[in-house]
């Protein structure tokens, strides 16, 4: 259990790096100033991934984007919801 949040963090950092490679040309300057305030800001991972998985469905007001959605969307192809690791 002590190497969770390890673990967690490792998974959102793949998440990201990921969705960002597949996603950047399709990036406003909008949606990559909330990508950066989302990985960047005041939230943590466990946060992060209740939110992007759907296991959380209240999203702070300032994150409720187009990015989040393809966040949303792009873990729910890559069948993440049900990974039950975390």
């Known amino acids: 259990m002590s190497n969770l949040p ?16 597949e996603h ?3 990036l406003t300057a ?3 100033n909330t990508y950066d305030q989302l990985i960047n800001g005041e939230y943590n991972e ?7 998985t759907g296991r959380r469905k209240t999203v702070p007001e300032n994150l409720e984007s187009n ?4 966040l949303k969307s792009y873990v729910k192809r890559m069948n993440v919801k049900n990974a ?3």
């Open 24 to 26: 950047v040309n399709l």
């Open 30 to 32: 909008d949606d990559l």
């Open 46 to 52: 466990w946060d992060i991934y209740y939110w992007i």
């Open 67 to 70: 990015v989040m959605q393809m």
């Open 84 to 86: 039950s690791s975390f």
């Open 6 to 21: 390890n673990l967690l963090r490792k998974f959102c950092h793949f998440i990201f790096s990921k969705f960002y490679e």
